[in-house]
């Protein structure tokens, strides 16, 4: 086609085959082998146009200089600080990240050719929605991404902007890593008594080979969180009222000026009924008349599954206890829900055996099986709130004791008994209780001197409670030795379980189904049947000692909202404060584990 000769040209030609025709022939040829050759070094020049212009384009994108970033990176990972992050000095997370770039050779982490990677693109995704895991997106610097994305893009070839873009985002990553694990703070120092053990997880070698070169990393960092069920049920509802949080714009309900009850007229009953839909408790296919001014049913029987989702007594009846937890802001939930998240994070990442878990401000016993359900439940009474509070720990248990003494604690006995005792010298005797010397040895079960009760104040000798349906342990026992002498019990007090608000002890936790709590934990060992557990808490030998099998892990905790199995969010008071301590720790900043 490119040798093709016009048609006009044809006309003048000589005859084929004469001197003139031949001579032409050869002239033509050598025309078009001249034409052809222009033609294929233009398309060859061409064709390495476009392969410069398009194929290689990369190569105009100014490149960093190798050498020049990992300098800079070493140079920063020496110092522990940036300038621009919110907690600049990465003292607590050096060691880690140092870790990371020596594993790398100093190479950038998370940049390649000028470009933040795509694993770079998700992680950050992940840090900016944090608040969604219950934590701060600014504590991994998520308001200052998109202008370190921005600086990235107009300067890919200045080694200062890639090394600290990609130092800050190791930081960054490895902070949410260990947030995300456990947990933002360190409770050791705080009185929360759960000692971490996770110092065998290495942050740096799982960013080095999990997220750098991995996919699918939002499946990767969900299994760096508990994966305990009731964690991720609270997760779950943490979504949901911030949802609620950001779109709640209803006013308080007034407080009336009396107890509302079923049947009386109550004006907001409307506005009562639309934030009882919002919270869950009053179904969307509950019928209303609308308008009207009396409180019954199904107002009534929403308020009765609000009060016992918030630690009250379901009662119905519109007091101020439940006016108050109704007018709670949504933002205050949250924040529970985001305290309870931290404070499962503190929990071992695994048990060998599910345990048995008391929650403090809710008064309740869970017992869970090995496939994390929860297998039984039951009212606990714990330790006074302002002097006696039960403490926060987890031990194993090891044995039980059918009609166990009662052995006083020091600080009762000086607190409570011994006053008793100078006012009326036979109250021990009358009391049921009886003194010994520190081997267990009986001193006296009588009248008591003044010489026995200076070693009585002194701690020399101690004050115990003989077995029996009066003994104030009740009938069994259930022992995790501990540093605080902290133990489950029954008591001879039953009655208090009907309370909505329980904590009444001296700091230990009274058990309102002690028998059942006991098969149980003895369930493989028959000869411990449930009738056998009966008869001897109440005829058996005093003092009966019986070791479990294997130890089982009891945790106490502290929790101000939780998840049942049903979904439903449970929300109690902050009894002892502590909600209030972890927060102030919390808003001061980043804590090391």
């Known amino acids: 086609m490119w040798c093709s000769v016009p048609d006009s040209a044809t006309k003048s030609l000589p005859p084929i085959g004469s001197a003139e025709t031949l001579r032409r022939k050869s002239h033509d040829a050598l025309v078009c082998r001249s034409r052809a050759a222009t033609l294929a070094v233009g398309c060859s020049l061409l064709l390495l146009g476009c392969l410069l212009a398009f194929g290689c384009r990369s190569q105009l994108r100014p490149q960093p200089d190798e050498r020049e970033v990992a300098s800079q990176l070493s140079t920063i990972v020496a110092a522990g600080a940036l300038p621009e992050p919110r907690w600049s000095n990465f003292s607590d997370c050096r060691q880690d990240v140092e870790k990371v770039y020596q594993a790398l050779h100093y190479a950038p982490a998370w940049v390649h050719e000028g470009r933040a990677t795509s694993q770079a693109i998700s992680v950050i995704s992940a840090l900016e929605a944090s608040q969604q895991k219950g934590l701060n ?61 996770n110092d065998h997880y290495d942050l740096s070698q799982f960013l080095v080979k999990k997220i750098l070169t991995g996919s699918a990393l939002t499946e990767v960092l969900n299994k760096v969180e508990p994966q305990y069920l009731g964690y991720q049920r609270t997760e779950t509802a943490l979504h949901t009222y911030l949802t609620m949080a950001a779109q709640d714009r209803s006013a308080p309900l007034p407080d009336p000026q009396q107890t509302v009850t079923r049947g009386d007229s109550y004006t907001n009953a409307e506005q009562l009924g639309k934030r009882l839909h919002l919270l869950g408790d009053l179904p969307q296919s509950a019928v209303m008349i609308p308008a009207s001014p009396v409180y019954e049913a199904p107002l009534v029987e929403a308020v009765k599954h609000f009060q016992a989702r918030h630690g009250l007594k379901p009662d119905g009846r519109l007091d101020k206890k439940t006016l108050r937890q109704l007018n709670t802001p949504l933002s205050d939930r949250v924040l529970q829900l985001q305290d309870s998240l931290e404070r499962w994070r503190w929990l071992p990442p695994d048990y060998p055996q599910m345990p048995v ?105 101690m004050v115990r409670q003989k077995p029996g349906p009066s003994n104030s342990l009740g009938l069994v026992k259930f022992m995790f030795p501990n540093e605080y002498d902290v133990y489950l019990h029954s008591t001879p007090a039953p009655q208090l379980f009907a309370r909505s608000r329980r904590d009444f002890s001296h700091g230990c936790i009274r058990v309102e189904k002690p028998a059942e709590l006991a098969a149980w934990l003895l369930k493989d060992q028959s000869k411990w049947t449930l009738e056998k557990i009966k008869a001897a ?26 998840v049942e199995e049903n979904d439903e969010v449970y929300f109690f008071d902050d009894i002892y404060g502590y909600d209030t301590t972890l927060n102030n720790a919390l808003a001061k900043g980043q804590y090391v584990h």
């Open 137 to 197: 997106p600014e504590d991994y610097d998520a308001s200052l991404w998109p202008a370190r994305l921005d600086a990235l893009k107009v300067a890919p070839g200045n080694a200062n902007t890639v090394a600290h873009f990609d130092v800050a985002l190791t930081v960054s990553t490895l902070r949410y890593l260990s947030n995300l694990r456990m947990g933002r703070l360190n409770p050791k120092p705080l009185p929360f008594g759960i000692a971490l053990d």
């Open 357 to 461: 878990t008391v929650n403090i401000p809710g008064f309740r016993l869970r017992v869970f099986s090995d496939d994390h359900r929860v297998a039984m439940r039951m009212n606990v009474v714990v330790g006074k709130a302002l002097q006696h509070q039960t403490p926060v720990f987890a031990k194993e248990m090891k044995y039980i004791v059918f009609r166990p003494y009662w052995n006083l604690p020091l600080d009762i006995t000086r607190a409570d008994i011994i006053p008793k005792l100078h006012r009326d010298a036979r109250y021990l005797a009358r009391k049921g209780y009886e003194i010994t010397d520190q081997n267990g040895r009986i001193v006296s079960r009588g009248s008591v001197n003044a010489a026995t009760l200076a070693q009585l104040q002194s701690g020399r000798l």
């Open 537 to 562: 808490m109440q005829s058996g030998p005093d003092n009966q000692q019986v070791n479990l099998t294997k130890p089982v892990p009891v945790v106490i905790v502290y929790l101000t909202a939780i």
